[in-house]
Every structure is written in structure tokens, then in C-alpha cells.
């Protein structure tokens, strides 16, 4: 059970694996764009071009649905960003439900653990294999593997790689099962920490942050959604930035300074933040090179960087 890109690495090593694989269920396609053309999700698109059985499961309350997958008999259900299941879905397979999650339980329960990795600065991160219990994110431990963040990872990168990981994880513990050798670890509630659902409202840069702070959120959030700025009024999306730590000494918080008509620095609260990707408003993404070649932005002007502004 799945929805995105990042459930398709996990997909392709159970049907490389010596398990069975008795469906894919995924969302039903949308109707997308002006002319409305059903646009399938990424696991859906899979299971399509490569005749595995697809179940579109729209509503849980569909009752034709639930009863086509009773009728599978299967020993588990896998999901992997995907919807939360209800109880009477959780007790159809023999052996309950699994999930892959993108951080180290109890740590980060949510839907945006890999994006708080990178937004706090962890160092570590890694992939949980979990029975799926009713309280989202709190069953007992399977399997867990660790990966190191590294400093030009962003939300893209480090999705990649907890995708595969989760992949190999899931192979392990799978055959765990089959061997009986699954020893549950319970979640240390006192230890959890969440990972909410980004909105909106998080996206403006602000320039009085901490330089780290700025450089971990745009990372976080690269490329997608995307942190942004605002100048005379126009949205400029910043998907990369360096720290400048040698002899930076920052004035007033969203400052601009142009170097060379080259290099496009910015005030933060304690670094020049010399801004390496970025994009405005309605047009495309661009290395600040490029961008600065036909850029309305001067030399000592500011970017607003308050809620208000």
C-alpha cells in the first residue's frame, strides 16, 4: 500500500525478493491539469506498466474494495506513505500490518520526518519497520537501520536514500518473519518527538534567524515545497545556500550584497548567507549566476524577512 516515489524503491525489492506479491493498492488517479487527464499516483503508474494487480482504493468504506482484499488471504499488509489504516483493515492479513517510517522511532512520529532531520540539523537519521498499531507511529519495533546526513543533503537527496534503505530494511525484516526470529521492541513513549506536517506559513525565510538555522530549513524543504523570500513585493524561491564564515560580519538582518555581479549575499542574524540557487516568481530555476544576469535587485536593498512584511 502506497502512494509516492518514495514507496516505489521498497516495491521493487519485495518483487526482486522470494516473497509473494499479491497487489498494490494506491489512491484512484486524479483528473489533473486543464483538460482534466487522469494522472495515476507513482506507485498506481508502477503497478500498471508492470501488470502487477492494482487495487484503486478510493474510500475505506467501500465495501466491494475491502472485501476483494479479504479475498486475497495474505499474511501482511505493507505500507508505505500511504493513509492511515482503520482498525477492520489493520485485522484482515494473518500477521497485522507493517509500516516503513523515515525516521528512528519514537523519534520524529509524523508525516514530515525526513524534512525535521534536516531542518534541526540532525546528523543522523534512518528507517523504522514497525507493526502498525491503532496510535499512528507508536508500534512495536521490527528492524531499524541508521544513516548519516550529509551536508549538502537536501529533502530530495535524503529521501533517495531513506527510500533504499527502507527497501533493504523491509527485505530483512521480511525474512525475519519467515524464519520467526521477529523480536518486537517497544517505542519508549518518554523519548518521542513529532514531525508535523509542513504548512505554508513556514516557508518565508527569516533573515534574523541563525545562519544554520536558514541553511537547515532550505535544505529541508528543497525542492519542495520550497523556502522563499520576498523582494518589491515578487516571491523568490531559494532551494541552495552557503554559510560564509571567514571575516562575515552582518549588519541589519536581509541586507543585500552583490559581489561581482556573481555572488548574491545576505544578512542572516549571525552569517553571510551567499544564496546559490534560487528562482522568482514566474519564472525558472536558476544558479545565482544566471539569475543575477537580468536581476532587478540591487546592491544594500533588503529582503522582508517578518511575518508581516
Not at 260 to 275: C, E, P, Q, T, W
Amino acid at each position: 500500500m502506497g502512494n509516492p516515489y518514495f514507496a516505489i524503491s521498497p516495491l521493487k525489492k519485495i518483487i526482486e525478493s522470494q516473497h509473494d506479491l499479491a497487489a498494490i493498492i494506491s489512491n484512484p488517479p486524479k483528473p489533473m491539469g486543464r483538460k482534466k487527464v487522469l494522472k495515476y499516483t507513482d506507485v498506481g503508474k508502477f503497478a500498471l506498466d508492470n501488470n502487477i494487480k492494482l487495487i484503486e482504493l478510493g474510500s475505506f468504506d467501500d465495501q466491494e474494495i475491502y472485501q476483494e482484499l479479504v479475498s486475497l488471504n495474505v499474511d501482511l499488509f505493507i505500507v508505505v506513505a500511504y493513509r492511515i489504516l482503520p482498525t477492520k483493515y489493520l485485522e484482515i492479513p494473518k500477521f497485522g500490518a507493517i509500516n516503513i517510517h523515515a525516521s528512528l522511532l519514537p523519534k520524529y512520529r509524523g508525516a514530515a520526518p525526513i524534512q525535521w532531520a534536516l531542518m534541526n540539523g540532525d546528523e543522523f537519521t534512518g528507517v523504522s519497520i514497525f507493526q502498525i498499531e491503532k496510535k499512528v507511529d507508536t508500534g512495536k519495533i521490527i528492524f531499524q537501520d541508521t544513516v548519516k546526513i550529509e551536508n549538502d543533503d537536501n529533502f530530495e537527496t535524503l529521501s533517495n536514500k531513506l527510500s533504499k534503505l527502507g527497501g533493504e530494511a523491509l527485505i530483512k525484516s521480511l525474512d525475519m518473519f519467515v524464519k520467526g526470529e521477529i523480536n518486537l521492541i517497544m517505542q519508549d513513549n518518554a523519548q518521542f518527538t513529532r514531525a508535523p506536517k509542513i504548512n505554508k506559513d513556514m516557508l518565508k525565510v527569516n533573515w534574523s534567524w541563525p545562519g544554520e538555522k536558514i541553511n537547515n530549513w532550505v535544505r529541508g524543504l528543497c525542492p519542495y515545497p520550497g523556502m522563499y523570500t520576498i523582494y518589491k513585493e515578487k516571491k523568490i524561491k531559494i532551494f541552495k545556500v552557503k554559510l560564509l564564515r571567514e571575516n562575515s560580519k552582518p549588519s541589519h538582518p536581509g541586507k543585500i550584497d552583490i559581489i561581482d555581479s556573481k555572488k548574491l549575499i545576505v544578512h542572516s542574524k549571525n552569517y553571510m548567507v551567499s544564496i546559490l540557487e534560487l528562482q522568482q516568481e514566474g519564472k525558472k530555476r536558476l544558479k545565482v549566476e544566471d539569475f543575477l544576469k537580468g536581476s532587478i535587485i540591487d546592491k544594500g536593498q533588503t529582503f522582508s524577512y517578518d511575518a508581516n512584511s
